[in-house]
């Protein structure tokens, strides 16, 4: 009461404007909330868009395929994994299967490997691993029956090379791990860390006379041999849990295992996995002055185990041929200029097979190609390995399967036109490795 006058007094001449303000304020912060509710619900929206699209919540399931083909006939080579006659087939058992699930109702499929092909009193038996994604929040078990389902009509519907027996057939779930462990039995399989496939293009065109590096996984059987002390010496491309395929030249000044480590990764350091060699051979006939027979193996004292980082790179068969203008795959941590350091990290580079008719012509190399090596490059240079890649892989792909076809082994300085680098024939030794390794 004692204040009321007071009160009174004031808000007889400002209530008015004060209620004015006031309202002004109001609708002020309403319009400002719903402008920002607006604003954060577009982002909101936006947000939810490219997260649909970037980040599905679609979930990798695996399965293993067991199935008897009755209208083949096993062949001995069958058992050998790095045979003409298992990559074929498995190629046409692998393509079918993309004709039964691509485009089907049964999901998203995603690629199929044979594992094993086994003899069978009807034929043979197939073991194989199917790979394919669906909303992470269904079973497996759900899937799997609408897998089988899909097959069973496919093998009514459509017409197949191959004839399965349905009886035969059998289908389990398997995890991520069981898968691997499958597809360790094959070489020259690359995965990314989540288990998905690389595609063979995936990688950008990234040169060893430029710039960028390989990310893990997408070359995952190139080593680093290195001198105790002095470093990274040359490349090296594993071919087993055990042995280190590389060029005779890298042990010229030191062929003492004890001196050697081999180490895998992207980068030399630091290493994903650490090696030490206990042994060393090198070619009988190499030749520094020709460089012929640029070839050489080490075994490494304790295996290393295969993931998705660490594998092994598939042989190619004798009797494969490139045609001239292959592409092909080199990498390593050599210098990206002549006479330039070490890279820490992998670099790769597309390059082309170039016929030994061209490579031997006066202007390239002058009749200096013998049967045992293979020119890749470019006829106007500017890719190309260098220094310090010595010894590694140059590999080709086929059907997503990659195969070891060169080592790098010499050239005239480093990405000179009509010059390009050349590589031990690979092909040309595998029965020298076979002997050597027993692989
Ligand atoms: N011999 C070299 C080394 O020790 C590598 C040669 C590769 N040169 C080339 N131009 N492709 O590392």
């Given amino acids: 009461m004692m204040y009321a006058p007071v009160e009174f007094e004031f808000s007889e001449a400002d209530y008015p404007p004060v209620e004015y303000q006031r309202k002004q304020q109001y609708w002020d912060s309403i319009r400002l909330a719903i402008f920002t509710l607006v604003i954060v619900a577009i982002i909101g929206i936006t947000i939810g868009i490219v997260a649909h699209f970037v980040v599905e919540d679609d979930k990798s399931f695996y399965y293993l395929a067991s199935f008897q083909v ?44 044979v594992i094993k092909i086994s003899p069978d009193e009807n034929g043979v038996n197939i073991l194989m691993v199917l790979m394919f994604r669906y909303p992470s929040t269904g079973s497996a078990e759900h899937f799997r029956k609408r897998i089988e389902r899909t097959l069973y009509q496919s093998l009514k519907t459509k017409k197949l090379p191959f004839t399965i027996n349905k009886p035969s057939f059998t289908l389990t779930s398997i995890d991520s791990k069981k898968m691997r462990n499958l597809l360790n039995s094959r070489c020259g399989i690359r995965m990314t860390s989540s288990n998905m496939p690389i595609p063979a293009y995936s990688s950008k065109e990234r040169i ?34 055990t042995w280190l395929l590389t060029a005779a030249h890298c042990f010229r000044k030191n062929k003492d295992p004890s001196q050697w480590i081999a180490t895998f990764g992207t980068t030399i350091t630091p290493p994903i996995v650490q090696r030490n060699v206990g042994k060393i051979i090198v ?23 295969f993931s998705n980082i660490v594998q092994r790179v598939c042989l190619a068969d004798s009797s494969l041929k490139l045609p001239p203008k292959t592409s092909v795959f080199v990498t390593g941590f050599g210098s990206i200029v002549d006479d330039g350091p070490t890279q820490n990290k992998l670099r790769q580079a597309r390059v082309e097979t170039i016929s030994s008719d061209v490579c031997n012509r006066k202007d390239v190399y002058d009749g200096l190609i013998t049967k045992g090596m293979l020119c890749a490059g470019f006829m106007e240079g500017k890719i190309d390995a260098c220094k310090g890649d010595s010894g590694g892989p140059l590999v080709y792909d086929s059907h997503d399967i990659w195969y070891l076809v ?23 030794y595998r029965n020298w490795i076979a002997s050597k390794t027993g692989i």
């Fill in 70 to 113: 009755t209208n083949l006939k096993y062949r001995e080579n069958y058992g050998l994994r790095t045979s003409k006659e298992f990559i074929q087939r498995s190629h046409q058992i692998e393509r079918m299967m993309s004709r039964i699930f691509q485009h089907s109702g049964a999901g998203r499929f995603i690629k199929s490997h």
């Fill in 283 to 305: 070619h009988e006939n190499y030749r520094r002055e020709t460089n012929e027979n640029d070839i050489a193996v080490a075994q490494l004292t304790t295996r290393v185990e």
């Fill in 208 to 241: 060893v006379q430029g710039r960028e590096t390989s990310m893990e996984g997408e070359w995952p059987w190139q080593a680093s041999l290195q001198l105790k002390g002095a470093g990274h010496q040359c490349g090296a491309s594993l071919i087993s849990n």
């Fill in 406 to 428: 060169g080592i790098v082994s010499w050239g005239q300085s480093c990405a000179l036109p009509k010059k390009p680098g050349v590589y031990t024939r690979v092909t040309q």
